[in-house]
């Protein structure tokens, strides 16, 4: 009886300590971009031409961290859609980590210009880079102002 007690307060008090704690939030998944580790966004490089329109150009994106490195992209805009994705920075810390950017930017970068913007989905096996790619091509997208 007594070990049913004790069981009984020791699950209760762990169970209460772990519904306490604060959940974590990888680097480079938060909402807030002060919390991100998202660095100084550089201004846009993209230059309208005379007569094309006025989101025409390359545009960078802001480095994203993730957990494995840094995802960065320019995106290149023609006529207001999304024409080129160019990966400046991708996580290859390691060979695991090239593999996985290997099979999945390939992926990102066909999506996103299937549907012509950063709403896309994320790649099974690779959710940091993902995340790091989708962060960083809308915020090339947000500078083009499409």
Known sequence: MRRAVLTAASTSALIVLLLSLKPHQPAGLSDDPAQAGVAPAPSS???PKRGGHPTDGTYTGAPISTRYGTVQ????LKAGRL???KVLRAPSENGRDREIAGYAVPQLTR????T?????DAVSGAS???A????????ALDRSGV
Do not use: D, N
């Open 83 to 85: 024409t080129a994705v």
């Open 73 to 76: 992209v320019a995106a290149t």
């Open 132 to 139: 790091g790619y989708i962060r960083s091509l809308q915020s």
């Open 111 to 114: 999506e996103a210009l299937s």
């Open 128 to 130: 940091y880079t993902s």
């Open 116 to 120: 012509h913007s950063a709403h896309i």
């Open 45 to 47: 490089t993209g230059h």
